[in-house]
Nanobody
């Protein structure tokens, strides 16, 4: 089993920044990929970014240049730095873990999920 716990969400004005953190525990997966997803009300869960054990990163187009995903393997954490936030970034943000595989951008490829943290961007 693995447990993932997100923190750092909140309310911010458009143009502001937030840093989300994901604390990872358990050893069910070796060298897991970590992904960040988000789900807005009435919408499907969508991919935001992912990072491999070796720090290879990938972003959805709408956040490129604004969001940065990072991880500290020694501390078992993964962060999502979000800058220049827009109202359309408002959603519940989830971190998730999966075993190493080619570019896991689909939610159904992830095995373990956190409970989510709310991010609200006001205009």
């Amino acid at each position: 089993q693995m447990q993932l716990v997100e923190s750092g969400g909140g309310l911010v004005q458009a143009g502001g920044s937030l840093r989300l953190s994901c604390a990872i525990s358990g050893r069910a997966l070796s060298r897991p990929y970590i992904g960040w997803f988000r789900q807005a009300p009435g919408k499907e869960r969508e991919f935001v970014a992912c990072i491999s054990w070796t720090q290879i990163t990938y972003y959805t187009d709408s956040v490129k240049g604004r969001f940065t995903i990072s991880r500290d393997n020694a501390k078992n954490t993964a962060d999502l730095q979000m800058n220049s936030l827009k109202p359309e970034d408002t959603a519940v943000y989830y971190c998730a873990a999966t075993s190493p595989k080619p570019l896991p951008t689909a939610a159904d490829k992830y095995d373990y999920w956190g409970q989510g943290t709310q991010v609200t961007v006001s205009s």
